[in-house]
């Protein structure tokens, strides 16, 4: 569970850009947007092809 403490004299719109940051470094939201609906392991795994192709040098 991310946690962001209030610094003092820190205002919210501070704080929550560091809730943000620490949730896209945890890539929580990838997983959400992976989980949204069920992937059957042939296409996970085409998926997964396709993306290696892409990023081959």
Do not use: C, F, N, W
């Amino acid at each position: 569970m991310i946690q962001v403490k209030l610094r003092p004299g820190e205002t919210v719109d501070r704080s929550l850009r560091h809730l943000k940051k620490k949730v896209d470094r945890e890539g929580i939201m990838k997983t959400l947007r992976a989980r949204r609906y069920y992937l059957k392991p042939s296409e996970r795994r085409k998926i997964k092809q396709k993306a290696a192709l892409r990023h081959r040098p």
